[in-house]
């Protein structure tokens, strides 16, 4: 596909990315890596069917092989009975995130839906976590909360909740909000961050990647505020490199402290569109907002001086593949303002695959083979 240009649009680059070019061969819901692309500013795309991948078995970067997790001494700390953990586990001595995970309190929320998801305070001693990894184009991530209300189908970051020894299936149903969120990145940025990174050979800032493995403007944001306040802290910083990648329109509620942080630092915001066809999205994407709506999130993130690009990933064979389909959500993002778009194939971890293949057999029964 060519790029698109248009006399009354920005510079808008459209690219495709092969299944080889990306990591284990595509893709989180977790969103997919991909290499930072030459334009405005010269963005780094971030993950996009959820989640960021790594070489590192850790609870932000996905590891190589389902081997490297899950192999921890549980000699001491608290028992999980939970009928949603996995067989045999449900009375292992629990360690680390997993621990935390057991022992988190309730969290407070005025929703009151029946089904709404259960929300719980994660305690943690860090906000801003390491992705060490050629693979992707960032070296760290922020991950305002554990686990997404969104329930894409086909969501790659399902993994992260089996490092609470929790079913990947209880992604949309357990969300963990992580404490103290605005004093721990002060700290982390402090100690940790980079203003030259040695991949960059010293010249350019370390990369910092919001929401790579959760969406940090999925429903949980509204009460909690998890990613505002790691956006007014980011914003009284200079210097920084920074990426949002987003499936909400709730994004714009945060301008005001977007433009602050643009203006001091480099920030790229991309927005996930997967189809413009809303019922198609409803099924793919069941408590996401509309594709129209995520599209409208562009243009007034674009009218307001925001460097903003459009993720159609994953692409879903034989469902969001079809003869125009890309073709319209790049229309779409073009005619709203996106500086530039980008796609990847569907990609499954063992985890997303249980959830993701029973959908295909019900929903798309000529594809289940």
């Known amino acids: 596909m060519s790029p698109v240009h248009s006399p009354s649009a920005p510079s808008f680059r459209i690219r495709r990315r092969h299944a080889s070019q990306t990591t284990a061969g595509l893709f989180p819901e977790c969103p997919d890596a991909i290499s930072p692309m030459k334009q405005v500013r010269d963005p780094a795309p971030v993950a996009d069917q959820r989640g960021s991948n790594s070489n590192q078995a850790t609870a932000d970067c996905p590891p190589a092989?389902?081997?490297?997790h899950g192999t921890q001494s549980r000699e001491t700390g608290p028992i999980r009975i939970d009928a949603a953990s996995p067989p045999g586990r449900a009375h292992a001595r629990l360690v680390g995130i997993a621990r935390l995970a057991a022992s988190s309190p309730p969290a407070?929320?005025?929703r009151k839906s029946a089904e709404r998801p259960e929300y719980f305070l994660l305690p943690v001693k860090s906000i801003l976590n390491r992705c060490d990894s050629n693979r992707v184009p960032f070296e760290w991530t922020i991950?305002?909360?554990r686990?997404?209300?969104?329930?894409?189908k086909y969501c790659y970051a399902r993994y992260t909740h089996e490092y609470m020894e929790l079913d990947g299936s209880e992604f949309e149903k357990k969300i963990y909000v992580k404490k103290d969120a605005a004093p721990l990145l002060a700290h982390d940025i402090s100690r940790k961050y980079s203003y030259a990174s040695e991949r960059s050979g010293?010249?350019?800032?370390?990369?910092?990647a919001i929401g790579p493995a959760t969406d940090p403007y999925q429903p949980a944001e509204r009460e909690h505020g998890v990613t505002r306040a790691c956006l007014e802290e980011l914003a009284k910083r200079e210097g920084l490199s920074v990426s949002i990648i987003t499936k909400s329109n709730q994004i714009v509620r945060d301008i005001d402290v977007l433009t602050k942080i643009a203006a001091r630092s480099s920030l790229q915001i991309d927005i996930t569109v997967t189809t413009m066809r809303p019922r198609l999205a409803r099924l793919l994407e069941p408590r996401a907002p509309r594709p129209d709506l995520r599209i409208a999130a562009v243009k007034e993130l674009h009218e307001a001086g925001l460097?903003?690009?459009?993720?159609?990933?994953?692409?879903?064979?034989?469902?969001?593949?079809?003869?125009?389909?890309l073709e319209a959500?790049?229309?779409?993002?073009?005619?709203?303002?996106?500086?530039?778009f980008f796609s990847g194939v569907l990609?499954?971890?063992?985890?997303?695959a249980k959830q993701f293949l029973p959908f295909v057999r019900e929903k798309f029964p000529r594809l289940a083979k």
Request: aromatic share 6%; charged share 20%.
């Open 108 to 110: 407070e929320t005025q």
């Open 307 to 325: 460097a903003v690009g459009v993720s159609a990933s994953p692409l879903v064979p034989g469902i969001t593949d079809g003869e125009g389909e």
């Open 329 to 340: 959500v790049a229309a779409a993002a073009r005619e709203a303002g996106a500086q530039w």
């Open 143 to 145: 991950n305002p909360y």
């Open 202 to 208: 010293g010249e350019k800032p370390d990369h910092i």
């Open 65 to 68: 092989s389902r081997t490297q």
């Open 147 to 152: 686990g997404c209300e969104f329930a894409c």
């Open 347 to 352: 990609f499954l971890m063992p985890s997303s």
